[in-house]
C-alpha cells in the first residue's frame, strides 16, 4: 500500500512537470511572437518616419487633398486664411438674394 500510494504520487508529479513545462514552452512561443510583431511594427513606423523625413516641408500641402470639414473632428473647426469650401453655396445664395 505504501509503495502504491508513493508510486501514485510519483506520477502525479511528472504530469504536473510535464504539464508546466507545456505552458511554460507555450508562453514563451507567445513572448517570442508578441516580440517579433513588436519589432514589426517598429521597423514600420522607422520606414514610415525615414519616408516622411525626405519629403520636402512646402509640398505637405500637394500630397493632400483639401480638407473635408465633415471628416474631421471638432478640434478642426477652425479655417484657415484662404480656405473656403462653401464658397460656391454662399454665392449662389447670394446672388439669389440680390
Known amino acids: 500500500m505504501k509503495y502504491l500510494t ?3 504520487h510519483f506520477h502525479l508529479f511528472f504530469d504536473l512537470a510535464a504539464y508546466i ?3 511554460c514552452d507555450l508562453a514563451e512561443k507567445q513572448e517570442l511572437r ?3 510583431q513588436k519589432a514589426m511594427e517598429m521597423e514600420s513606423v522607422k520606414q ?3 519616408e516622411q523625413m525626405n519629403v520636402p516641408k512646402n509640398n505637405a500641402i500637394k500630397m493632400d487633398g483639401p480638407i473635408i ?3 474631421c473632428g471638432a478640434a478642426s473647426v477652425q479655417n484657415f486664411h484662404g480656405e473656403d469650401l462653401d464658397f460656391e453655396k454662399r454665392r449662389k445664395i447670394q446672388q439669389k438674394q440680390v
Open 6 to 8: 508513493f508510486f501514485l
Open 21 to 23: 513545462e507545456a505552458v
Open 69 to 71: 470639414m465633415e471628416r
Open 48 to 50: 514610415t518616419l525615414l
Open 34 to 36: 508578441a516580440m517579433e
